[in-house]
């Protein structure tokens, strides 16, 4: 069995001879060197399979029996104005446009960005200045352990670069948008984002993904969040692809000495998702808020894994991942927490919250403590619910009919984690999805 | 304006009324007496239109209409208004907003211009004054972290913005001091009139010195036992209810 799915995915391996050949000698001999160490343990790993602790829940064979190809930059009739329509689309913020994975300079927009801050796309600074990301790219994101980073590793050809030195405040948010065009031809991506926050400064990072019909594409991708001392990250990921894309994608956070980090992932599209997020306190009294919503119907799958890591002393962590789950959706969720030997006085606290509007929705929540001090405070609790057949009758009983109270206790349990939210232009296009999602949401945005 | 008769409920296997008859007209004040478990609680919620209770046989017949066929959010529509015993807390909805929405569906229903947020803002704070309602407490979720007497109040506060024909309070009084049941009373009063009644469930007689019913019905083991004016709720605050037992076995006996 193992040796078919290795079979299966042996098309990684000679897309990866493809690439080789085209990159020639063109790249710096560190990255060539990391690119062949990845594409080496992806080869040992394999796919990985249901007997492994950490994909028990998700099956990514669908993914495996796909012959994927390299995704190519097509617009496919792609304008500035169909972008502006999506999500984010009328935020006036630089953005950096990807096609199919690939950056687009004529979709892209960098007016307003200060001097000193450095936004440009992954393949542009790989050609002409390499050496300056030597010290970030691939230094995070653990490839050794994990097939789909080591993949992307190895396929490691364009995103954003965004370099924030010290002491810039951004007032303006930087919106990454991923779009996929989808051709005929199955295809994959490697988006590859590196953010880097130098210490003592402050930004705004959107990353959405989009991919519109029912074509089936893969996403494959690593963003890297670097926060110095004292820097202030607030990150967002929205994910909206089609419903048949599958949509693999970890974030690696490593903040320093004092620094504060808010990421909130939120899962609508896709077929199968699997979200790792992955943040190490590294430096004393940093804090980060790790949020996430997932809200899907069909036949969708999400797992969000997330791994907090407690390194020093006096960190805070506060998480909270709500779901909804409709008629046959399943979703999987896994916090960890690792306090290590000497990091006391941490404070952290997990919360996990489920809604299941069908029988048929399945959820499966596994949060996990491992602590190796002494003298902190960690909590965590999972709730898996459905409607509250008092709150609807009571709304009902008012006068409100059962489709607008529904979506009104529905987008109650959303707003918890969705008022989190502190860029307030974020939050309203969020709202204003989760009101086009509800049934009757129209009367709901007038009823909140 | 409401006529029960014969009204059979059950809840899960039991039995919980067995033949229920009432009259009520417009303008009237009828108050439902009875002890724990006598069903009381059951039939305002039968009125109100909970899904939970299975109606095994009867009719209700509200303004001519089988009150059984219409659904709850209807019958607030056409009118009708249960002030809940526990009134549920929906973090997340703002009492206000909450509110607007429930008058408008009123008001559309009946042919009504929607109300503007202005009008909405002064017919709100008149009746929160009425109902010594804290500002504070409107722009909260609804009834979160409410206290038990705010939330009592709350409920009278939804009643008198939505002027409904028929207002059902389910033991309204229970669990509310003397001061916060003057108050409660005092909007109840204040909203007494011809076109509209009330029907007034509770286990005390102490809210009827406030509001002064025109008749008394006692229910008993889910059955009507006793009806009669004002004085039979003096009487029965005297004797208390289990001489309605003995009296109900006597009778039956009798036939």
């Known amino acids: 069995m193992i040796e078919a799915v290795q079979k299966e995915t042996d098309i990684y391996l000679s897309n990866f001879a493809q690439l080789e050949r085209e990159l020639a000698d063109e790249e710096p001999a560190w990255l060539r060197r990391v690119r062949k160490a990845a594409i080496l343990r992806y080869f040992e790993l394999g796919f990985p399979t249901r007997k492994q602790e950490e994909w028990k829940y998700t099956e990514v064979r669908p993914i495996a029996r796909i012959p994927f190809k390299p995704a190519q930059y097509e617009l496919d009739g792609l304008t500035a104005d169909k972008l502006n329509q999506l999500t984010f689309g009328n935020l006036q913020c630089p953005r950096l446009v990807f096609v199919n994975g690939h950056y687009s300079a004529e979709l892209s927009s960098l007016e307003g960005l200060p001097d000193p801050v450095e936004v440009h796309s992954l393949a542009q600074v790989l050609k002409e200045d390499p050496d300056s990301i030597e010290p970030y790219l691939t230094r995070y994101a653990d490839y050794e352990n994990h097939p789909f980073i080591a993949l992307n590793t190895a396929f490691i050809q364009d995103g954003a670069f965004v370099y924030i030195p010290k002491g810039q405040v951004l007032k303006e948010p930087i919106h990454l948008l991923y779009f996929s065009t989808a051709p005929e031809e199955a295809a994959v991506a490697y988006p590859r984002n590196l953010i880097v926050l130098e210490g003592n400064n402050q930004a705004v990072i959107l990353e959405s993904y989009v991919g519109l019909g029912e074509r089936k594409y893969f996403t494959n991708l690593v963003t890297e969040i670097v926060a110095g001392e004292n820097a202030i990250a607030d990150h967002y990921k929205l994910q909206q692809e089609s419903r048949e894309a599958f949509h693999i994608a970890t974030l690696q956070v490593h903040q320093d000495r004092s620094s504060s980090v808010r990421t909130f992932n939120v899962t609508l599209g896709g077929a199968l998702t699997r979200n790792e997020v992955n943040v190490v306190l590294d430096g004393e009294g940093a804090d980060c808020a790790l949020d996430g919503l997932y809200l899907i119907s069909g036949r969708q799958h999400v797992d969000n894994h997330t791994r907090l890591e407690h390194a020093k002393p006096h960190c805070d962590s506060r998480e909270i991942y709500k779901g909804i789950l409709d008629e046959k959706a399943t979703a999987v969720f896994h916090g960890r927490i690792v306090v290590q030997p000497g990091a006391q006085k941490t404070d952290s606290k997990q919360t996990n919250n489920n809604l299941l509007l069908s029988d048929e929705a399945l959820i499966n929540t596994k949060p996990q403590l491992e602590i190796y001090a002494n003298d902190v405070k960690c909590t965590h609790g999972a709730t898996i619910g459905q409607l509250d057949q008092d709150a609807l009758f009571y709304l009902c009983s008012r006068g409100i009919d059962k489709a607008t109270a529904r979506s009104l206790l529905i987008y109650a349990f959303a707003s918890e984690v969705v008022n989190r939210i502190k860029v307030e232009s974020v939050r309203v296009e969020l709202d204003k999805y989760l009101f086009s999602w509800l049934p009757k949401g129209h009367l709901v945005k007038e009823a909140v | ?255």
Not at chain 2, 79 to 96: D, H, L, R
Not at chain 2, 176 to 195: E, M, Q, T
């Open chain 2, 1 to 255: 304006m409401l006529e029960i008769k014969d009204l059979h409920v059950k809840a899960g296997d039991k039995e919980i009324l067995h033949g229920i008859n009432l009259k009520v007209k417009a303008g009237e004040v009828h108050s439902i007496m009875g002890p724990n478990g006598s069903g009381k609680s059951t039939l305002a919620q039968v009125l109100a239109g909970r899904e939970s209770y299975e109606v095994t046989a009867g009719q209700i017949t509200y303004e001519g209409k089988d009150l059984l066929q219409i659904a709850p959010e209807d019958r607030a529509r056409l009118g009708i208004f249960m002030a809940f015993q526990y009134p549920v807390e929906i973090p997340g909805v703002s009492n206000t907003y909450f509110l607007k929405a429930a008058l408008n569906a009123i008001r559309k229903e009946r042919g009504e211009e929607e109300v503007d947020a202005l009008d909405f803002l002064n017919l709100v704070k008149e009746k929160m004054e009425l109902l010594k309602i804290d500002e504070k407490l409107i722009s909260r979720p609804v009834n979160e972290g409410f206290s038990g007497g705010e939330k009592k109040r709350n409920e009278i506060f939804q009643l008198a913005v939505l002027e409904p024909k028929l207002a059902i309070l389910d033991e309204t009084d229970s669990g509310l001091d003397i001061d916060a049941l003057k108050v409660v009373a005092h909007g109840v009063n204040s909203l007494r009139s011809k076109d509209r009644a009330f029907i007034v469930v509770t286990h005390y007689q102490r809210i009827l010195n406030y509001i002064i019913p025109d008749y008394v019905h006692v229910l008993y083991d889910g059955r009507v036992v006793k009806s009669g004016g004002k004085q039979l709720a003096i009487e029965l605050e005297k004797k208390g209810y289990s001489w309605l037992g003995e009296e109900t076995v006597s009778a039956q006996l009798v036939n």
